[in-house]
């Protein structure tokens, strides 16, 4: 994998990856245009870079950062509003990709680290969740407000559920509201908030503490919190239910509705859905 430094593929590339002379890999996402928002395309090349991290010895940790001033925006609504008018066996191919992407990031065999300089939507706070460990800029927010445009956050709630646990999820499932860093890491969704000039630092050091293990042991470490947690995560019936439900109501009117009135920056009608 090379590293991709310059402007030209800050421009053209969605996902940077940069390996360093440790063995810290760091894959960039990079579509600040459009807030970092996944579509196929970004989930292909992350799941090809997963692929290399897990088996390139050389690795030994993996961060997970942005460029602009938004960490994700979840999932690219104009990716949503296409798949929404495909037939359901391919809108269910289509979200098994995104399922089996964040699936593969939580068994990496690697510590992974978000580095969460930016706000985070929907699939964005997946993607943090689905991470070992997350480090937040004491200035962002979150929140999952799928409901809010008829969707429902079905492939990341494994990993939302896992690290908040059911009631902070309820909550945040069904009402779509918006929380700070603080109360992200009052939950548990991030370990730490840091002001905006310490996040680099701080991240460094969680790299430094990390190379100080032994990657086998490490690895074993990570394989033991699946054995004893629950297995549900780990459930390929899980990540195929996950990616039915989203698939199934991505097409549905409420679904339409809420993405059209999204990108024509209007209020969504609820009522003249029947």
Known sequence: ???SDSKKDLES??????VDQRGINRLILSRPAVRNAFDEVLVDEFVKHLKYAKNNDYIRV???ESVGETFSAGADLTWMKRM??????????DARKLANMLHMLNILE???IAKVQGSA???G????????????SSEVKFSLPEVRLGLIPATIAPYVIDAIGRRASSRLFLSGETFSAEEAKDLGLVHECVSPEKLDLRTEGMINDLLMCAPKAVAEAKKLIHYLSDNHIKSKSLIEETARRIA??????EAREGINSFLEKRPANWTRIK
């Not at 008018?85 to 809108?91: A, I, R, T, V, Y």
């Not at 706070?125 to 937040?136: E, F, N, P, T, Y």
């Not at 199934?248 to 009117?253: E, L």
């Open 110 to 112: 690697k510590p992974v």
């Open 62 to 64: 993996l961060v997970i």
């Open 248 to 253: 199934k109501i991505r097409s549905s009117d």
């Open 121 to 123: 939507f929907g699939g």
């Open 13 to 18: 590339t969605p996902l940077i990856s940069k």
């Open 125 to 136: 706070v997946g993607l943090i969740a689905a991470s070992d460990i997350a480090i937040a």
């Open 1 to 3: 994998m090379r590293n």
């Open 84 to 93: 929404a008018d495909s037939g359901l066996d391919e809108n269910i191919k």
